[in-house]
């Protein structure tokens, strides 16, 4: 179900996909420290770079357009590559969370 690695500094890892294709799977990365009573786990979640690369790029053109458009209306789409691609990471990171959460409260 899931690919990636670990090193001595911690591990990375990101969910395969059965079929087709999803630009926003959240890459966990994470580090495991000693404590008292066992270990700790610190667990980020996050997007790939790529993916913040491609939204940005998306928002400054989508801006260029839009500016340039006579139409004040259309600076009402500007927001929607952000509210897409969070949808998608927050759909894909509760998935990630709730097959994990159960192996790491043991």
């Not at 997007?47 to 400054?60: D, I, K, N, P, S």
């Not at 053109?61 to 209306?73: E, H, K, N, V």
Request: proline share 6%; hydrophobic share 45%.
């Amino acid at each position: 179900q899931y690919e990636g690695f670990t090193d001595q500094n911690g591990f990375k890892f990101r969910r395969i996909l059965k079929t087709g294709m999803n630009s926003f799977i959240p890459i966990v990365q994470g580090n495991v420290r000693p404590i008292d009573d066992g270990s700790l786990i610190n667990i980020k979640i996050r997007l790939h770079r790529f993916a913040y690369l491609f939204l940005a790029l998306v928002t400054v053109f989508l801006a260029f357009i839009f500016a340039t458009s006579p139409s004040g209306f259309n600076l009402l789409f500007m927001p929607t590559p952000y509210i897409i691609a969070t949808l998608y990471f927050n759909f894909e990171s509760r998935m990630i969370k709730e097959e994990l959460e159960p192996l790491l409260n043991n």
